[in-house]
Every structure is written in structure tokens, then in C-alpha cells.
């Protein structure tokens, strides 16, 4: 099936440092992106999306990238909190979403 | 009130046994979904259904099997339980037919012994 690569899967940052989480996503055809938040023992969370005619969208405090070209996403969290740890999964749209493995996100104080 | 609840939370069983995973959801949305998710929290579909009818069904087990009364709840029974099928489920909704933002329920973690 298909699959979708996170670059790092822990990433630890100092609490109010940016965050950037990557993506690789493997299907040129993917048209939807997604982020989602897990925190432990909850369900993923959406967190912002954005779709393939764009590059760019910002929401609050996160800004997601687009680079069709690489077939590549991220993620990135301004002035990161210790609420932000968590695991943080992207997901391709083809017909249905494609989870990747996840990164965890873990804030120092 | 919560949007998507699965019970029960926490299932521990033994090897063999029958078992089945509820869920509902209040959010008014046509279509429901069962993932399972791994000890490296792989999260992958397993089905989905738009308003009591099946629309994606991967490579799953027939030991798994998914029953929708309405379109408010999605259910997975798991016969014959098997130590691979120890996961997390988690049951999620959206709205429409087409495969949009999913609102996920909180999970059942399954221990097979």
C-alpha cells in the first residue's frame, strides 16, 4: 500500500524554540494533506491542512509547507510549549488518507 | 458531549476468544472508519463505511468484521483473537462521502494473551 515517511521520528526542542517536523509523502497524485497531533492515550487531532494547489497556510501559532517537486510536507510550530509534545502523523489524501509512522515532539521546559 | 466514543477504552483477553469494539459518533457525519494502530504507532485504515454501506474494505482478516446499524455508529468484531491483533483501534467520522478531516475517538487498546 501506500506509505508516507517522516524524516525524524523524535525530535526534542527547548520550550519556545520553533518546531519543524517533516514529511515525505509518496504519491505525486495526492491532492489533500492533513497534520494531526496525538497526545498519549487521545486520538489524533487535526491540526491544519492544506491542498495540493497550494504551497502555504499558516493557522495559529503552526505553518504548514507544501513542495510538490520533492513530494515533500512540514510542519512547523512557533514558540513550541510543552503542550505540543506529542506525536505528530501527516496523512496523504488518494482515495483515502495515508498515515505516516509519526514523529514525537517532545518540549523541554 | 463527546464527538466519537469507542468502548470500551481498555480490552485485555485471551488468545481464541470473541470480542467486539463500539462505536459512536454524534457529530451528524455520513461515514465512519476503523484504524488499527501499532506499537509504533502506524496508524493504518482498515474500513470505512458512507451511510451503512462499505466503501473500503483493505487487506484485513476476515476475522474482522465491521457492522454499521445506522450511520451514527460503526462497530468491529474480532473473532478468533490472535497475540498480532494486540493494537490500538480507533474509530473516526467525517462528513460527506468523500474522504475529508476525520474526528478520531480517544481508542480500545486490545491485549491479546
Known amino acids: 500500500g501506500e506509505s508516507v515517511g517522516l524524516h525524524l521520528p523524535t525530535l526534542s526542542v527547548q520550550e519556545g524554540d520553533n518546531s519543524i517536523i517533516n514529511c515525505a509523502y509518496s504519491?505525486?497524485?495526492?491532492?489533500?494533506f492533513i497534520w494531526y497531533k496525538q497526545e498519549s492515550g487521545k486520538g489524533p487531532q487535526f491540526i491544519i491542512d492544506i491542498r495540493s494547489n497550494m504551497d502555504k497556510r499558516q493557522g495559529q501559532r503552526v505553518t504548514v509547507l507544501l513542495n510538490k517537486t520533492v513530494k515533500h510536507l512540514s510542519l512547523q510550530i512557533a514558540a513550541t510549549q510543552p503542550g505540543d509534545s506529542a506525536v505528530y502523523f501527516c496523512?496523504?489524501?488518494?482515495?483515502?488518507?495515508?498515515f505516516g509512522t509519526g514523529t514525537s515532539l517532545t518540549v523541554i521546559p | 458531549d463527546t464527538a466519537v466514543s469507542q468502548t470500551p477504552k481498555y480490552l485485555v483477553t485471551q488468545m481464541g476468544n470473541d470480542k467486539s469494539i463500539k462505536c459512536e459518533q454524534n457529530?451528524?457525519?455520513?461515514?465512519m472508519y476503523w484504524y488499527k494502530q501499532d506499537s509504533k504507532k502506524f496508524l493504518k485504515i482498515m474500513f470505512s463505511?458512507?451511510?451503512?454501506?462499505?466503501?473500503i474494505n483493505e487487506t484485513v482478516p476476515n476475522r474482522f468484521s465491521p457492522k454499521s446499524p445506522d450511520k451514527a455508529h460503526l462497530n468491529l468484531h474480532i473473532n478468533s483473537l490472535e497475540l498480532g491483533d494486540s493494537a490500538v483501534y480507533f474509530c473516526?467520522?467525517?462528513?460527506?462521502?468523500?474522504?475529508?478531516?476525520?474526528?478520531f475517538g480517544a481508542g480500545t487498546r486490545l491485549s491479546v494473551l
Open positions: 457529530l451528524g457525519h455520513d461515514t
Open positions: 496523512a496523504e489524501r488518494y482515495n483515502q488518507f495515508y
Open positions: 473516526a467520522s467525517s462528513q460527506g462521502s468523500a474522504v475529508n478531516i476525520q474526528y
Open positions: 463505511y458512507n451511510n451503512k454501506e462499505l466503501i
Open positions: 504519491n505525486s497524485a495526492s491532492d489533500y
